[in-house]
């Protein structure tokens, strides 16, 4: 008998079979928001993680659809009894490019609401109607209001390259939602996602008991399949497949609790069998690359950041924090939570996993470089090199990499003397072939640039950026800090690799390689 799977993003621990049909049952989760007493919930998830689906099963379980939750468990741990009317509004679907498009889209959801339930609005402001809808509702059906609102912040976001414009939508969005605070004794349950995390103040005015439960433990694992699900639920699709492949490209997704897969990438892996960047290629992040950029980020340091509360919890328009808009969007997660002082709270961030990692690091040197063609041939000739063991070869690729780079591009972003960039080209070139990097690894004499492991061998690179003739020093000094000696016995071959920057040139002009006996 063929089976058939619908893994909607509704979860328990273990596998339930009903028919023909496996599921990843997520409605526990449903059943634990009511019972802590309703109230209002945000959840801030990245995109294609399964937001919509959840929402969408909270809207057919208070609408009492009981038939669609058969074999799941809240079959027999819900009041079927009940049933509420429920507002549901979204803004996933389309680009917003104004506030008049915004506006036209909150008409166009009132009309489906009046049509759904055969009600008529005849207040002319879209807040006023908001207000009008919740108060109908409760009077036709002698219940509270559920209000359940998806992406609330897209709008924001599709003209994040266009501040003023967002701003103006962030106003306009504010003033709608302003209207939960009012109406809060006709709701029973209210519930927003969305990928930011805007403060309180920017665009939840008043809303004083928004309870956030986007990094909150027991709520870690809310949409995403666990390692667990995934082997269990799609274990007759897992022949021949390489588990522990799979969990270093697609799992490690972190909230404080245990980590997980997107679900966008499981189905399309388990479709293909083949390791591709499936989430990532859903998304450009153009914007983000060019604002890393433009602050002179440390790139490598993405592969372990650590962060305040206050950079972790907020977004704002007028001061985005590259740190924010990469945690909130999914190309960073949390590694580990810490107190310094017993009470401070420091987030150390890092690569959910080799997806991210690989397909990040590629599109930042496809920023840099206008000959795609050439970017590409370096990589393989790079991997070539790695292969065989033959690590003077590096600095031709590299010289042409450099070289490719239009001067105009270091006039616009005065990169020329700053060492972190050309660090960051290593890095990247490394990184966007999936190899294992340290960077700024801490030893007993200083911190090491950057470090790559491949096959038993080890590559310790030093960067110094000099005026415009080699001086030799970032050689001298891996030697003299003795680096080297942290990688003793974990390496079979060990390789210094001094490289000098000149500004003026804004290339290399001295790479020396040793070999440590």
Sequence with gaps: MSKKRLPIGIQSFEKIRTGDFYYVDKTPFVKKLVDEGGGYFFLSRPRRFGKSLFLDTLRQAFLGKRELFKGLYLEN???????????????GAGVHRSVEELQNTFREIFLEHEKFYQVKLSYPSIKGRFKELIEIL???????????????DKPILDNIN?????????????????????????????????VTKFSK???????????????????????????????IVFSDRLEGVDLEEVRLWYNGYSW??????????????????????????????TFLIKLLTERKFF??????????????????????????????????????????????????????????????????LNYFVEDIRAKVQNEIRLARILESGKIEDLIDIFHAFFASIPHDWYRKTEL??????????????????GLEVRVEDATNQGRLDMAVLFEGRCYLFEFKVVESEAEGKALLQLKE???????????????????????????????????IL
Excluded: M
């Excluded at 819900?78 to 509004?89: A, F, G, L, N, Q």
């Excluded at 409760?138 to 609330?152: A, G, M, S, T, W």
């Excluded at 809303?207 to 433990?217: A, E």
């Design 138 to 152: 409760v009077e036709k059906y002698n219940q509270k209001v559920v209000v359940l609102i998806d992406e609330y």
């Design 299 to 364: 790139i490598p340091e993405l592969e372990h950041l650590e962060v305040g509360e206050e950079l972790i919890e907020s977004f704002e328009i007028e001061s985005i924090k590259p740190e924010t808009i990469l945690f909130q969007t999914g190309y960073l997660t949390i590694e580990k939570l810490e107190y310094v002082l017993g009470k401070k709270r420091i987030y150390k961030l890092r690569y959910p996993n080799l997806e991210v990692k690989s397909a990040f690091s590629e599109h930042l």
């Design 201 to 231: 103040v920017s665009i939840f005015s008043g809303l004083n008991n928004l309870k956030d439960i986007t990094i909150h433990p027991d709520y870690a694992t809310i949409c995403g399949y666990t390692q667990e699900e995934f082997e």
């Design 256 to 285: 404080l609790g245990e980590p997980v897969y997107n679900p966008f990438d499981i189905l399309l892996f388990l479709d293909t069998k083949e390791f591709r960047p499936y989430w990532f290629e859903t998304g450009t992040p």
């Design 481 to 515: 800090k003795r680096y080297f000696e942290k990688y003793q016995g974990r390496c079979e071959k060990i390789f210094l690799i001094g490289v000098e920057f000149s500004k003026r040139e804004r290339n290399i002009v001295f790479f020396e390689v040793e070999e």
């Design 416 to 433: 020329s003397g700053y060492e972190g960039f050309y660090a960051s080209i290593f890095y990247c070139y490394f990184a966007a072939l």
């Design 77 to 91: 741990n819900w009041d079927w009894s009940e049933k509420y009317p429920v507002v549901y509004i979204s803004f």
């Design 162 to 194: 266009r501040p003023e414009v967002a701003v103006e939508i962030r106003e306009e969005l504010k003033n709608f939602y302003s209207v939960l605070k009012d109406a809060d004794p006709y709701l029973k349950f209210c519930f927003l996602t969305g």
